[in-house]
């Protein structure tokens, strides 16, 4: 008989995380898998020579939180019996508990199995997968793992890859700082109205006035010059990333055209933008993390919204500015972000 060896490949771990957006709290899963018999199951007449089998499942996986899940399970199995030259129809259901590995796909599960096919038996099993979010509700999984028959005493091999779809409500957007502006005005003189001719109709005499056509809406020194005032106007960016992501969320795009359009409407404006992260993972990779997700707004402005690069600077802080020191889903996310703020004074004329 041949005996396979199934080895999970955890490709694609390189590949950027999809942004999530919403609020998981089921997810549905339908596979095909491979299950291998254990090599004395396939000598033996007793279990009719079984040897592997295909077939398709279901599974239903329950959000506990960020770290487990716990899932049901229901599949249905064609083996090869009679040394290849019949076959039978097996069923097989149970549940698991999944331990989600965080900033990565990676996850380990083990629970306990109940198969039906040339032989009904009860089985403990563990195993290890990887899944690669395609979108906020669709993500693909492969899975190994290993079946002990705790009745018979053979252990059979599994390889189980599919599709899932997730349930759950769509995130709120979280709450950026807009611009805000306050206008601090300095003290007005008070204007002596002495007119003999005011031809600019300024409220000064085109004797003493010394800036002539000034506008009539404007208000003006004793002079006949335009009043200004200082206005101080400031600008706070605050962008939320997903976990173990550096790609903007759609959500947070029109918070980056307002940087850009402000620093385009004050062009002596500069800005630093500094990039955090959470503290789940290494200081050293939440450090290039960080730094990643500062750059990525600073490309952003640079080559989509014409921003001078030297404008422009990016730091990674990593974990070193918590804004929260919590552990839950809602504590890391609001550390997972990009901030910049902008200040400057402008001279506007006074308006009557």
């Keep these: 008989m041949k005996t396979f060896n199934i080895t999970l490949l955890a490709a694609l771990i390189s590949s950027p995380l999809a942004a999530e957006t919403i609020d998981k709290t089921w997810e549905l899963g339908v596979f095909g898998d491979y299950v291998k018999s254990s090599t004395s199951k396939e000598n033996s007449i007793d279990w009719q020579q079984i040897e592997a089998g295909r077939g398709l499942g279901i599974d239903l996986q329950k959000i506990i939180n960020d770290r487990w899940n716990v899932r049901f399970e229901l599949a249905k199995t064609r083996y090869d019996i009679q040394n290849g030259n019949d076959t039978d129809y097996g069923k097989r259901y149970g549940v698991d508990a999944i331990y989600k590995i965080e900033d990565s796909g990676l996850y380990m599960f083990s629970g306990v199995r109940r198969f039906n096919n040339v032989n009904s038996y009860n089985a403990v099993n563990v195993g290890a997968g990887y899944s690669f979010q395609i979108n906020d509700r669709f993500s693909l999984y492969s899975e190994a793992a290993v079946y002990r028959d705790v009745d018979y005493g053979h252990t059979d091999q599994g390889f189980k890859i599919g599709i899932k779809y997730a349930f759950g409500d769509v995130k709120q957007a979280p709450i950026v700082n807009k611009a805000v502006k306050q206008e601090v005005m300095t003290v007005k003189p008070a204007v002596t109205k002495v007119m003999v001719i005011d031809t600019d109709n300024d409220g000064v005499s085109d004797e003493n006035d ?101 404008r422009l600077s990016a730091k990674g802080f990593g974990e070193t500015q918590l804004i929260t020191t919590g552990s839950t889903r809602a504590d890391n996310s609001v550390n997972r972000r990009v901030v910049a703020k902008i200040e400057t004074t402008v001279k506007e004329k006074i308006i009557k």
């Excluded at 503290?279 to 939440?286: C, D, I, M």
């Excluded at 730094?291 to 600073?298: E, G, L």
């Excluded at 952003?300 to 690069?309: E, F, M, Q, T, V």
């Design 210 to 310: 010394r800036c002539a056509n000034t506008p009539a809406n404007v208000k003006v020194d004793s002079k006949g010059c335009a009043l200004y005032s200082e206005k101080s106007v400031a600008i706070k960016l605050n962008v939320i990333f997903e976990n173990n992501s550096s790609l903007v969320k759609p959500a947070m795009v029109d918070d980056i055209q307002r940087l850009a359009d402000f620093m385009k409407e004050y062009k002596d404006t500069s800005v630093v933008i500094e990039g955090h992260s959470s503290a789940s993972g290494t200081e050293e990779y939440n450090l290039m993390l960080s730094q990643k997700r500062a750059d990525t707004i600073k490309d952003l402005l640079i080559n989509k919204h014409s921003i001078d690069a030297s």
